[in-house]
């Protein structure tokens, strides 16, 4: 049943509380509450109790205005949830929650927690004044996963009354395919002119294959500029420049056909792993997932931070 009117729920980036948002209904104190004052009632009739009657509506009294405080306290509240940055599969997603408070008056003892969730977080917001939670989930599987639903409430002042709302948010996170845990060698051998390792290769002047010495009239960007400075230093030795010829033999390319998995989620799993891999060796590699994902076919040879992020992304899309 409560998955059934979740999903009814409209969703939206950001959410206000109105009216139309906003529920209500006693507390397992306020039942005890409405219980004492039926008691109280019954007996103030059969005995003709004049403080009995007061005490009773007195307590009526302040249980009914609570109702009004407690709508006041979240009436007009601002919710704001962040997608968080992309994780790997079986991880803690951190999702920040922002509370604005546009009115003159603080809201007191606001209850923050996921809508199946059990742990309650507490926080006072300032008059004018906002404020940030972090919230935490699981990343259950690759690819984009929604957002869980998040549950404001309050029982402010009296807590004889619950009243709470529900924001449903449009925002996704991405989820990267866990990586293998205990994942095999790269396979250095597949290099995009199957001439093996560029460690292993050397060119004619002693170079590591790729580099070479320069030449009049090569751009300046191909100059390896480390090297240059030492040659500088030392007065010793020249320019060398980066070999476009050769560059192609020092691709690595990861290739889902020949990672030597069958089944798919562990290509992906172990395709992740060589990615970070050859990202912490510094290596230049391509990305290739074969003829199951033909609108994610890979990603082309490059280095860097942004291409791992690229390939990793196209491994979670695959």
């Known amino acids: 049943m409560r998955q059934w009117w979740l999903a009814h729920l409209p969703s939206a980036s950001s959410h206000v509380v109105s009216r139309r948002n906003l529920y209500l209904l006693p507390t397992r104190a306020g039942w005890m509450l409405a219980l004492t004052l039926l008691l109280l009632l019954v007996t103030s009739i059969n005995f003709q109790l004049n403080l009995g009657f007061l005490l009773t509506f007195m307590l009526t009294g302040a249980a009914l205005v609570s ?68 919230l935490s989930t699981t990343a259950e599987r690759r690819g984009y996963q929604s957002l869980p639903a998040v549950l404001v409430e309050t029982r402010f002042p009296l807590g004889v009354f619950r009243m709470w709302t529900v924001f449903r948010t449009t925002e996704k996170a991405l989820v990267y395919p866990s ?52 040659a500088m230093a030392t007065g010793n030795g020249h320019f060398v420049v980066r070999d476009n010829q050769h560059q192609a033999q020092q691709d690595l390319w990861l290739d889902a056909q020949h990672c030597g998995l069958a089944e798919r989620e562990g290509q992906l799993s172990r395709l992740a792993a ?32 942004e291409h791992r992020q690229a390939c990793l992304r196209a491994l979670a899309l695959a």
């Open 179 to 230: 990586p293998e845990t205990n994942p095999p060698p790269l396979p250095l051998g597949l290099a995009d002119a199957g001439t093996g390792s560029s460690a292993s290769l050397r060119a004619s002047s002693g170079e590591f294959d790729g580099v070479r010495g320069y030449r009049r009239g090569d751009p300046l960007k191909l100059v390896v500029w480390k090297k240059a400075a030492t």
């Open 67 to 134: 109702v009004g405080i407690g709508y006041r306290n979240l009436l007009g509240l601002q919710l704001e949830l962040h997608a968080p940055d992309a994780q790997f599969a079986g991880q803690a997603l951190r999702l920040d929650l922002r509370l604005d408070n546009p009115s003159r008056r603080a809201r007191y003892a606001l209850g923050i927690r996921h809508y199946q969730g059990t742990a309650l977080s507490l926080a006072d917001v300032a008059a004018q004044a906002s404020t940030q939670l972090q």
């Open 274 to 305: 060589w990615v970070l891999m050859a990202d912490q060796q510094g290596l230049r590699y391509g990305l290739r997932l074969g003829q199951a994902s033909p609108a994610h076919a890979g990603q082309p040879a490059d280095s860097g931070p």
